[in-house]
């Protein structure tokens, strides 16, 4: 089993930063991808950026040039750096995990962002 917390979420003003944080415990060995979802009322859940276990990172078009997924592997963590925010931002942010070799897929709590314009 994998735990994942999420950290971070607040609510800014339109233009404003944050960083959302994901710590991992459990069994992480042989995690592939790990990565941010969103989802805001009334809609589906949406991938934001995902990052793999070699470094590769993708993300969603409309936070492209805005938003950047890391990890620090020594903390077990992911990072999610939220700049340029907007007032569509707004929704609850889920840190996922995936491992591959057993199809496991982990989910964290989730952390609420508020951007208000």
């Known amino acids: 089993q994998v735990q994942l917390v999420e950290s971070g979420g607040g609510e800014v003003q339109a233009g404003g930063s944050l960083r959302l944080s994901c710590a991992a415990s459990?069994?992480?060995?042989?995690?592939?991808?790990a990565g941010w979802y969103r989802q805001a009322p009334g809609k589906q859940r949406e991938l934001v950026a995902t990052?793999?276990?070699?470094?590769?990172?993708s993300y969603v078009d409309s936070v492209k040039g805005r938003f950047t997924i890391s990890t620090n592997n020594s903390k077990n963590t992911v990072y999610l750096q939220m700049n340029s925010l907007k007032h569509e931002d707004t929704a609850v942010y889920y840190c996922?995990?995936?491992?591959w070799g057993d199809g496991s897929n982990y989910w964290g709590q989730g952390t609420q962002v508020t951007v208000s314009s």
């Open positions: 996922n995990a995936k491992r």
């Open positions: 459990g069994s992480i060995f042989r995690i592939n991808v």
């Open positions: 990052i793999t276990s070699g470094g590769s990172t």
